[in-house]
């Protein structure tokens, strides 16, 4: 890995969220995984590389949502409230199976932060 790599994996914002290893082994004496990345260790999913993947996956769909939730407040949904038009791509987003559940309550918290929208209740509920 350069330095490069590095700063490039430092724009994952702390909020972002983590995957939960679910993950069990067989014996009489607890144990947990873990990955080995650069002489450290993490959960499964969670070196540097792999949330960087995530979060860029993730902030590419915000900022795609971005513009299709202004496009929608400007147009057919002109009647509905910022928060509901933000509400409404929480479902549809968690079934794409392009995010977890956490990332695309993530996703639409980003959406709202970029157009300085309200975050909607949805949003923030379960995390």
Not at 47 to 52: A, F, K, V
Not at 58 to 78: F, M, P, V, Y
């Amino acid at each position: 890995m350069n330095e490069d790599d590095e700063l490039e994996y430092l724009k994952v914002p702390l909020g972002f969220p983590h995957p939960v290893s679910t993950g069990m082994l067989p014996g009489t004496q607890p144990k947990f995984l873990v990955v080995s990345y650069q002489g450290k260790f993490y959960l499964p999913g969670c070196t540097p590389p792999e949330l960087y993947e995530r979060w860029r996956i993730c902030e590419e769909i915000a900022q795609q949502l971005t513009i299709k939730s202004r496009d929608s407040k400007e147009g057919k949904r002109s009647h509905m409230s910022e928060s509901a038009i933000l509400e409404q791509y929480l479902p549809w987003l968690t079934q794409t199976n392009l995010t977890t559940e956490a990332e695309a309550r993530w996703v639409i918290l980003r959406v709202a932060e970029i157009l300085e929208w309200p975050i909607p209740p949805l949003a923030t509920a379960n995390s």
